[in-house]
C-alpha cells in the first residue's frame, strides 16, 4: 500500500484577528472597526496611533480582556471567545499601566505568575530572568521601592516567566531614560530572535517601531489606515522617518503615491 | 522545540494540579502581602477581639444583675457574638482580598492570566478561612480565658453552625464583588458594611419570633437566622435543630448559586464596558 505523504501542516498564525469591532455604546462611534490582520509566528509587528485610535482596546480584545462587538480573535490557532485559557498559558502582557503588587518583592511577584502560568521549576527559572534582566540584585526588594527602569525590567520578567509564544507589549519603554529603553529594545531583540516569539507592539516611540517591527499597522479612528514594513511606509508617504508619516496619517494626509498630481 | 525547552514548557494548563496551583498562585500573593505588613494583620484581629471585650462585660454584667437566667444570656450573646464574626469576616476577607487586587491596579494582569474565575473564587474563599480563622480565634479564646465562654459548649455542631455561617458571608461577597465589578472601587464602602446591614434581620442576638411577623420570613429567607435559631437551640435546650441546620444549608446553597450567577453575569459585563482594565481608576 503506498504511503501518503503529507505536507506539514502550516502552523496557524500568532495572531489572526477578523473584522473586529468595538462599539462601547450603541450611540457611539466604533473604538475599533473592522479591524484584520494575521501576525505570523516569529515577527515583531507594530500598532501605531495617536491617543484614542483605538490600540488599547485593539489589545485588550486580543487578550480576550475586552468582548469584541463583533469579528473574532485566533490567539495561537485558539479562539479568543471559546477557549482563551489555552491560548492565555501560551501568551503574554506587560503595560506600563497595570502594576504589579508594590509591597511583594520582585521574586514573591515573579513566583506569584509562575504559579499562575504552571511553571515547571519555578525557582530556576525566576534565577534565569534575574539574571539575564539583570535583577538578580533586586529580588528581595518591594517592588514599590523600584525605579521606573528596574520595574519595566521586572513587569518584562513576569511576561516572560511562561517563555510565551506571543507577547503583547504596550509601550515597553515608556517613561525610561534614553540608555535603559534602548537596552530594552536590544534586549527584545535578541529576545525574539533566540525565542521565535511573535510580538505585537503598540508605542509612541517611532524609533522603537523602526528598529524592532517587520510590519506596522496604522491606526487612526479606530480602522487601520495604512500598513507596511517601516522603510515601505517612508518611502510610500516620501518621508525621511517613520515619525513624519505617523503625522501624516494622524493629521489625515494620504500617501505621496497616492496623491494627485 | 527543544528537548530542555519541552521539559521546562508549562504543564497542561487544564490538569487539576495546574488548576489547584493556580488557587494557591492567588493565596501565595495574598499571604506575602500579611507577611509583609503587620498592621494588616493586626486589623484581622482588632475588630472581633474588641467586640468580645465590650459584649464580654456586658454579659459579665448581666449575669451579676441577674444570676441564673443573666448568665445563660451571657452564654446566648457570647455565641452570637463570636458566630456573627464568622460570617462578618468570612465575607470581608473575600471582599478585602479581591479590593486588595483593585487598589495595586493588578486584576488586568490576573484577567489575562490563565487563571480561570472559578479559581479566582476559589483563591478568595481561601483567603477568607484564613482571615477568619487569624481573626475569629483570638476572639473565640479570650471569651474563654476571661469570661469562661467556650464556643464548644454547643458540642460538635459548632462546626457546622460555622460553616454554615461562613458560606452565607461568601455568598454576600459575591454579591459586593459583582458591585465592585459593575460600579469599580467606588462600591468598596460595601464591603465593610453590607453584612452589618443585615444584622437586626439575622437574628443574631434574638429569635425570630421577636421581629415583626411581616419580616419574619425576610429573616427566614437568611441562611444566619436559622443558625441563631440553632445556637440558642444548642445552648438553651442542649438539642441540636436539625431542621434549622438542613434550611441553613440549603439556603446557603441558593444564595451561593445565586450569587454566582450574577458574579459571572457582572464579570462578562466588565468584559464588555472595557472596565477590568481601570477598575482601579
Sequence with gaps: MPRIMHAPLAAPPAILAEHLTKRYRKDAPPAVEDLSFA?????????????????????????????????????????????????????????????????????????????????????????????????????????????????????????????????????????????????????????????????????????????????VLMLRQGRIVDQGSPEALIARYGRDDLEQVFLDIARGRRAAAEAPA | MSAPARALAPGRTGSLRASARRVWGLMYRHLALYRRSWPRLVELMYWPVLQMVVWGFVTAYLAGVQHGVGSVAAGVLLGGVLLW??????????????????????????????????????????????????????????????????????????????????????????????????????AEALAWSVLFGITPFAAVFYPVAVLPEWLQPVALALPAAHVFEGMRSALLEGVVAWGHLAWAFGLDALWLGLMGLVFARQLRAARERGALLNIGE
Design chain 1, 39 to 215: 501576525l505570523p509566528r516569529g515577527e515583531t509587528w507594530g500598532l501605531l496611533g495617536g491617543n484614542g485610535a483605538g490600540k488599547t482596546t485593539t489589545i485588550a480584545m486580543l487578550l480576550g480582556l475586552l468582548l469584541p462587538t463583533s469579528g473574532r480573535v485566533l490567539c495561537l490557532g485558539h479562539d479568543m471567545a471559546r477557549d482563551r485559557f489555552t491560548a492565555l498559558a501560551r501568551m503574554n502582557f506587560s503595560s506600563p499601566y497595570i502594576a504589579l503588587p508594590h509591597r511583594l518583592s520582585v521574586a514573591e511577584n515573579l513566583r506569584v505568575y509562575a504559579h499562575l502560568y504552571d511553571v515547571p521549576r519555578a525557582e530556576r527559572r525566576i534565577a534565569e530572568l534575574a539574571e539575564q534582566l539583570q535583577l538578580t540584585g533586586l529580588l528581595d526588594r518591594p517592588g514599590g521601592e523600584l525605579s521606573a527602569g528596574q520595574k519595566t525590567r521586572v513587569a518584562l520578567a513576569k511576561a516572560l516567566i511562561n517563555r510565551p509564544e506571543l507577547l503583547l507589549l504596550d509601550e515597553p519603554t515608556a517613561s525610561l531614560d534614553p540608555d535603559t529603553g534602548d537596552w530594552v529594545r536590544g534586549w527584545l531583540e535578541r529576545y525574539r530572535e533566540e525565542s521565535g516569539c511573535a510580538i505585537l507592539l503598540a508605542s509612541h516611540n517611532m524609533g522603537e517601531v523602526e528598529r524592532l517591527c517587520s510590519h
Design chain 2, 85 to 186: 464574626e464568622v460570617a462578618l469576616r468570612g465575607q470581608m476577607g473575600f471582599s478585602i482580598s479581591f479590593l486588595e487586587e483593585v487598589w495595586s491596579r493588578n486584576l488586568g494582569h490576573l484577567f489575562v492570566s490563565p487563571l480561570r474565575p472559578q479559581e479566582l473564587v476559589l483563591a478568595l474563599m481561601g483567603m477568607s478561612v484564613v482571615r477568619v480563622l487569624v481573626g475569629v480565634v483570638p476572639a473565640v479564646l479570650l471569651a474563654w480565658a476571661l469570661y469562661a465562654f467556650g464556643l464548644w459548649r454547643m458540642g460538635p455542631v459548632v462546626v457546622a453552625f460555622f460553616a454554615a455561617l461562613l458560606l452565607m458571608g461568601w455568598a454576600v461577597a459575591l454579591g459586593v464583588t459583582s458591585l465592585l465589578l459593575r460600579f469599580g472601587a467606588g
